[in-house]
């Protein structure tokens, strides 16, 4: 039905930047909120940044200045470009899509399989 794919992870160091992509596939009308959370080794999974359909963006206090969320309507797809990367920005980033229409009807939530992101210091 719907597949979301993540790409974009990997190592960098310090103050370094990189840029995470979410695509998600299928026949996908439309997407209400599109999101990115991060789960580090030993602790819960947190919302890092949230977008609307209409583009209003939200951040988690320790990312707010560095982390910019994007999304593309037409192409289904959502952005978080990364910089100033600290180490505690290490975790798994998933991508997360809420409220999609398609030929399937109507799915309220679906989560990417994850991208590791390390920052070295």
């Known amino acids: 039905q719907v597949q979301l794919v993540e790409s974009g992870g990997g190592l960098v160091q310090t103050g370094g930047s990189l840029r995470l992509s979410c695509g998600a596939s299928?026949?996908?009308?439309?997407?209400?909120?599109m999101a990115w959370y991060r789960q580090a080794p030993g602790k819960q999974r947190e919302l890092v940044a949230h977008?609307?359909?209409?583009?209003?963006?939200t951040y988690v206090d320790s990312v707010k200045g560095r982390f910019t969320i994007s999304r593309d309507n037409a192409r289904n797809t959502v952005a978080l470009q990364m910089n100033s990367l600290k180490s505690e920005d290490t975790a798994v980033y998933y991508c997360?899509?809420?409220?999609?229409?398609?030929?399937?009807?109507?799915?309220?939530?679906?989560w990417g399989q994850g991208t590791q992101v390390t920052v070295s210091s």
């Open positions: 977008i609307t359909s209409g583009g209003s963006t």
């Open positions: 299928g026949s996908i009308f439309s997407i209400n909120d």
């Open positions: 997360y899509a809420q409220g999609l229409r398609g030929s399937f009807g109507y799915i309220t939530g679906s």
